[in-house]
């Protein structure tokens, strides 16, 4: 069982930047996927950015050119850096892991709330 902590939510203007960070109790490496997922109230949960072991990224349409995912398996931690943030991505942002037995996300962290006001 693979444990997440993410942090480096909080408040932020529009246009300005976060960096969330998410530690993982085990070697990141051991997942074959690792993603960013985020919840806004009233609406259901999407997939923010995904990297895999084979290198690749993914990005939903809205935050392409100005958020970025990195995984540093020295250090089990995954970041999303933000820029140019807008209000609607104000949300609870989570951590997920994805082992290589299942093509479901199924280790989550508890979630770090980002809001951006205008």
């Known amino acids: 069982q693979v444990q997440l902590v993410e942090s480096g939510g909080g408040s932020v203007q529009a246009g300005g930047s976060l960096r969330l960070s998410c530690a993982a109790s085990?070697?990141?490496?051991?997942?074959?996927?690792m993603g960013w997922f985020r919840r806004a109230p009233g609406k259901e949960r999407e997939a923010v950015a995904t990297?895999?072991?084979?290198?690749?990224?993914t990005y939903t349409d809205s935050v392409k050119g100005r958020f970025a995912i990195s995984q540093d398996n020295a250090k089990n931690t995954l970041t999303l850096h933000m820029n140019s943030l807008k209000p609607e991505d104000t949300a609870l942002y989570y951590c997920?892991?994805?082992?290589?037995?299942?093509?479901?996300?199924?280790?989550w962290g508890t979630g770090t709330q980002v809001t951006v006001s205008s």
């Open positions: 085990e070697d990141l490496s051991s997942q074959y996927c």
């Open positions: 990297i895999c072991r084979d290198g690749s990224t």
């Open positions: 997920a892991a994805r082992p290589a037995w299942t093509a479901a996300f199924v280790y």
